[in-house]
Nanobody, 127 residues
Framework: QVQLMESGGGLVQPGGSLRLVCEAT????????MDWSRQVPGHSALERDM??????????NYAYNVRGRFTISRDDAKNTLYLQMNDLKPEDTGVYYC??????????????????WGQGTQVTVAS
């Protein structure tokens, strides 16, 4: 049974920093990518926006509005994913989810992907 558990959210003033942590339990094989996604108030789970992603090879990608402020990293020995968030802005407010996309099955040339999501951690940036 795979579980993703986020922590590190909270209330912070503009310009402040937070470090989100996602601890994975269970075995996840054939990972395509891992990422942090944000769901803002009033939006559904289908409208979560990818904030930062990282591949097993270490390639990273960031949403344009967090580049230079956020850094995604992982510790494979600890099965942990991190998101360092600096210079936080009110528009960074939302629930941040840890997400893993993996290959669930293959049939011939076709790959069937699956997703694991954590329960989310609230980040609020306000004066």
């Amino acid at each position: 049974q795979v579980q993703l558990m986020e922590s590190g959210g909270g209330l912070v003033q503009p310009g402040g920093s937070l470090r989100l942590v996602c601890e994975a339990t269970g075995n996840i094989a054939n990972i395509n990518s891992m990422d942090w996604s944000r769901q803002v108030p009033g939006h559904s789970a289908l409208e979560r926006d990818m904030v930062a992603s990282i591949t097993p090879q270490g390639a990273t990608n960031y949403a344009y509005n967090v580049r230079g402020r956020f850094t995604i990293s992982r510790d494979d020995a600890k099965n942990t994913l991190y998101l360092q968030m600096n210079d936080l802005k009110p528009e960074d407010t939302g629930v941040y989810y840890c997400h893993v996309n993996y290959v669930r099955a293959t049939k011939g040339w076709t790959r069937y992907n699956g997703d694991y999501w954590g329960q989310g951690t609230q980040v609020t940036v306000a004066s």
